[in-house]
Structure formats: C-alpha cells, structure tokens
C-alpha cells in the first residue's frame, strides 16, 4: 500500500530516535517545537523526499482497522500457500512462516535442481519468485504482498508452481544437466 522506499517504525521510546537524528538550526527552528512529534528528527535525510507523508496518506486513508484487516489477509493467504507446500511431498518448507513469506524448496534436491526450478518459473513468465540461500540451502521464497491477492492467485500460482516442479524432477531423473548457470 506504500511504495517500497517507505516503511513504518514502531518505538516505545521516540526520544532515543530523536536524541540521534536531532537537527536544530536555527533557520529550521519555529514556534510550535515541542508541542508535537517533530518527524525530521525520526530519519536522516532533511533535504529527501518526505517518504512519511505517503504513509500518513496510507494511514490516513485506510485507518487502522482496515491496515490490521489488510495484514491478517494476507497472513492467512500465506497460511493457505504454506499448507499447499506440506501437502504436496515433493516440497518442504524452510523456514518458519513470517507475515507474508514462505520459504521452501523442492524436497531431498540439491541447490541446483531448486535453481533450475526458479529459472523455469521466471523464464514461464507466469509468476515471479525470487530465491534465497541460508546456511548453504537454497530454496525459493512466496511473498503475499500485492494488496489486492485473493485466494484464486494463490491457488494459480501453486499449479503453475507445480507444473513446472513436475518438469524440472523429470529432467532431473533422465540426467539432464541442471547444473544451468542461473542466479549467478
């Protein structure tokens, strides 16, 4: 709901944020300092974009209720991907479920059969996925993150998954060379 260079902060004390972005001269002082938040002293740059208008906009728009309601959708349609993993054997989940994000991978294949996986699914051009690598594994990650994501899509984007899964084993098992350069 808010373009990527914007992101909210929650603190339980502001004044160690204001203590160190602190920026007084005396050309930017005014006469209602002190009365309220002053948001120049939450970030680095003065002379920027003003990247918390847009979510003031956001908030102001949606209200909390609606952004609490938003989230929860989409925390339960990443629920709903990660059972579509578990269910299916060939897959596993690697790392547990954060808000939107599911992290997995094609069950008991090395890193290069996963990033022949990804390889396919970007070059499809069906759906978009990018990878990631923890402690030398490999695997795929599925953000729900667009603010119109229903049910459906994530019900498209698990067919389309699978297909290609089917493809990528069955090359694999012939002895197709999947050490492809991909993801460099």
């Not at 203590?19 to 002293?41: E, I, M, S, T």
């Amino acid at each position: 709901m808010v373009n990527f260079d914007c992101s909210a902060m929650w603190f339980k004390n502001a004044t160690y944020v204001v203590d160190a972005f602190n920026v007084d001269p005396l050309y930017l002082k005014h006469q209602h300092q002190g009365h309220a938040p002053d948001y120049r002293h939450w970030q680095i740059p003065l002379g920027r974009r003003f990247r918390s208008l847009k979510l003031w906009f956001v908030l102001r728009l949606y209200g909390i209720k609606a952004l609490q309601a938003h989230i929860r959708k989409q925390v339960n349609l990443a629920h709903e991907f990660e059972k579509l993993v578990v269910v299916d054997e060939r897959f596993q989940v690697t790392h547990p479920l954060k808000l939107g994000l599911v992290c997995f991978k094609l069950r008991q294949q090395s890193n290069e059969v996963n990033k022949l996986l990804l390889t396919k699914i970007n070059d499809d051009g069906r759906i978009h996925m990018v990878p990631s690598s923890s402690k030398g594994t490999y695997f795929l990650r599925f953000a729900v993150c667009a603010a119109n994501t229903e049910l459906s899509n994530i019900q498209f984007v698990w067919k389309v998954i699978q297909e290609l899964a089917s493809s990528v084993l069955t090359e694999s098992k012939r002895g197709v060379n999947t050490n492809q350069s991909c993801c460099k």
